[in-house]
């Protein structure tokens, strides 16, 4: 039996060996010189495929062990698919870690499975996308399956020769390695993901992991522990961290129920508040605006509207997916560990959003998207979090374009002003949060409404981005034809960036993102330090003349106590900026503090991290952030 099931041990560690090996050679120019020991990583490497496959061998030894003999034939035929299964799996998922790592820059995690519960939108993504991969794949399984059905027919009948007794008395024994194996540490803790993070280039680390492992561990971390396990990250005293956090962010507030709240007194006081508008940009990151340092030609709307706004020149978001910049954005909130809050069940109400502020002085509140906003759970969140309205892909009559995401963000700004001229006639101030689509893979959009991008492809990313900023300046070429323009303050600022990549363990120059505040009566101007999305929520919220309560973790660029600080997710790691100083904490590891320097261009996509001398301070006030944020979200203090 054991040789068996070591035999099953060594194909499952081939596979993943040759994974690794071929994820090494095709980034090796990216770690060469990086003065760390690379070549560790098969080591570590064997670690994690050790733990995934003595996992996937449990259930092969309990079927071998006490299957009664009269059952052969049944146990036989279930391992053998069983391993069918298992095999295919793990070549299917070996082959998907090359694209996800091109997107991503992180082997296969949560990511991979989270949004398979909208298969419209995703599969006609990954069909887009990814056909050759998807061939090399199937056929590759094929392959495989062809042949293991082939010689694989009474592999284990055998094994069932041997007694009763003792097949029993051998159980014993090879459960304890199994468990050696998933263990994989002789210490106090059994080893896990972390233990795949033993270098300070990131992309060493990745290659280390299993992909397997890592979606299965991110599964588990968010079913038990509801967005993961903070512990790993450090321990602190909650009021150590909050009164932490409070210090770096300098917000006074004495308030129980709502650590942060407090009240904010507006700089621009006026007897006729202003509407608000948030339009917020899917991916639009600022390589491809030239108004904050990227490629010229891409934007040129927000180009020339920058130049009668407030252009935030050095905005970050708060991490890599949408659910984080639209929190960021409509709640002020900074990137809770784990799932993001539009999903998790303690944010579904009572929790903070532009709509419980503004409500009280008789705003009437909506979040308009072109596609299905069950997306994300976004209308539930905003529902549930006060907002009287969601205008999605359902309420859109006789669309001009419609891409597997949704409308085309044409059709989303035009029917967004014409909800607002209705609401203006009435004489009702309104807020709205606006989501664009149209940039999102596969790229779909009208694109004889735009001068396509030279030498890329029409389906492409930078294109997309183009017929963005074209219905960016329709928008408000319509509003400024409309009375309701003047009274009303206009965001525009992006979720985050379209692909976050690099070599450094937080790549923090791809969360740089653009944003811009104008209409009414805002005087322009160039803002060019550190901001955070709850900043320019903060901001606009000012500009509109009330003065306001609440628990923003941010603050208007025209208050005294605006802090050059950003804080940001990236997978599982958080990065606390404070002026050129980054402190990152990850789980299991200890922090690290870097030196940042900004790329000279767009172009420069080398590291910008130097690892200097450890700032103590700095990352305990790390480690303060994600602990705070998580008690706020659990004690549900974020009101």
Same mark, same amino acid.
């Given at each position: +039996? ?35 020991? @690379? ?13 995934? =496959? ?47 790592? =091109? ?35 199937? +056929? ?11 010689? /694989? ?36 803790? *059994? ?20 992909? !397997? ?20 990250? *450090? ?12 210090? %770096?962010?300098? #917000? ?9 709240? %407090? ?30 340092? &990227?490629?010229?030609? #891409? ?16 905005? @970050? ?10 929190? *960021? /954005? ?7 560990? &784990? ?6 069940? %303690? ?9 419980? =502020? ?12 072109? *596609? ?11 529902? &549930? ?37 209705? !609401? ?85 120059? +791809? ?10 009566? /805002?005087?322009?101007?160039? @803002? ?21 309560? @609440?628990?923003? +973790? ?73 602990? =705070? ?11």
């Amino acid at each position: +039996m054991l040789k068996k099931l070591f035999k099953y041990y060594l194909l499952l560690i081939f596979i993943f060996f040759i994974g690794r090996l071929f994820l090494f050679i095709l980034y090796f120019d990216n770690f060469k010189n990086s003065g760390v020991d @690379y070549w560790l990583t098969f080591i570590y490497g064997l670690r994690m495929d050790t733990i995934t =496959a003595s996992i996937l061998l449990v259930i092969p030894l309990i079927v071998l062990s006490f299957t009664p003999v009269k059952l052969k034939h049944i146990a036989n035929s279930f391992l053998r698919y069983y391993f069918l299964v298992i095999f295919s799996l793990a070549i299917y998922i070996e082959n998907a870690t090359f694209p996800f790592i =091109a997107q991503y820059d992180v082997r296969p995690n949560y990511l991979f499975v989270e949004y398979l519960i909208y298969p419209k939108e995703v599969f006609a993504m990954i069909f887009a996308d990814y056909k050759a991969e998807l061939l090399i794949a199937f +056929m590759m399984i094929g392959v495989f399956v062809y042949f293991y059905l082939k010689h /694989v027919k009474d592999d284990f009948l055998k094994l069932f020769e041997t007694s009763y007794i003792k097949r029993i008395a051998i159980f014993l024994p090879i459960l304890a390695l199994l468990f050696i194996g998933v263990r994989s540490s002789f210490g106090h803790r *059994g080893a896990n993901i972390s233990d795949a993070m033993f270098s300070t280039n990131r992309m060493v680390n990745e290659i280390t992991k299993n992909s !397997l492992h890592s979606i299965s561990y991110a599964i588990y971390s968010n079913a038990v522990h509801e967005g993961g396990e903070v512990k790993q990250y *450090g321990k602190m005293d909650i009021k150590e961290a909050l009164a932490r956090v409070k210090k %770096r962010l300098d #917000i006074k507030s004495d308030d129980k129920k709502s650590v942060f709240s %407090r009240i904010e007194k507006t700089h621009f006081k006026s007897d006729k508040p202003k509407n608000l508008v948030i339009f917020v940009q899917e991916s639009m990151g600022y390589q491809f605006v030239n108004a904050v340092g &990227g490629e010229d030609g #891409i934007t040129p709307n927000f180009n020339r509207l920058s130049k009668e706004a407030i252009l935030f020149k050095d905005l @970050y978001s708060n991490g890599t997916r949408s659910v984080r910049g639209l929190a *960021g /954005v409509s709640a002020g909130n900074l990137a809770v560990p &784990g799932v993001g809050v539009l999903k998790r069940n %303690r944010s579904q109400k009572d929790f903070f959003t532009i709509a419980s =502020a503004l409500k009280p002085f008789g705003y009437y509140t909506s979040f308009i998207y072109g *596609g299905e906003s069950r997306f994300d759970n976004m209308q539930g969140w905003y529902s &549930g979090n006060g907002f009287d309205e969601t205008i999605d892909q359902s309420k859109f009559e006789n669309p001009t374009f419609v891409a597997p995401w949704g409308v085309c963000d044409e059709d989303l700004v035009v029917k967004a002003n014409e909800e607002f001229k209705k !609401l203006h006639a009435k004489g009702q101030k309104f807020a709205t949060v606006m989501f664009s689509q149209s940039n999102h893979s596969p790229f779909e959009f009208p694109c004889e409404k735009i001068e396509l991008v030279k030498d890329v492809p029409q389906n492409s990313v930078k294109n997309a981005i183009k017929y963005a900023d074209h219905a960016i300046g329709r928008f408000i070429a319509l509003a400024k034809k409309e009375p309701y323009y003047k009274d009303t303050v206009f965001v525009i600022v992006a979720d985050h960036n379209v692909r976050v990549y690099g070599d450094d363990m937080v790549p923090v120059d +791809m969360f740089h993102i653009p944003a811009i505040i104008l209409g009414g009566d /805002v005087e322009p101007m160039i @803002y060019d330090k550190i901001t955070t999305q709850p900043d320019v929520l903060a901001t606009a919220l000012d500009l509109i003349g009330l003065d306001l309560k @609440y628990p923003i +973790m941010g603050h208007s660029i025209f208050s005294d106590e605006k802090q050059n600080i950003s804080l940001m997710q990236f997978h599982t790691s958080y990065a606390l900026r404070v002026d050129d100083r980054v402190a990152i904490v990850r789980p299991g590891q200890k922090p690290l503090t870097f030196l940042y320097k900004n790329p000279k261009t767009y172009l420069d996509k080398k590291n910008h991290l130097t690892p200097i001398k450890s700032d103590e301070e700095l990352e305990k006030d790390a480690l303060a952030f994600v602990v =705070a944020l998580d008690y706020m979200y659990n004690k549900k203090l974020y009101r």
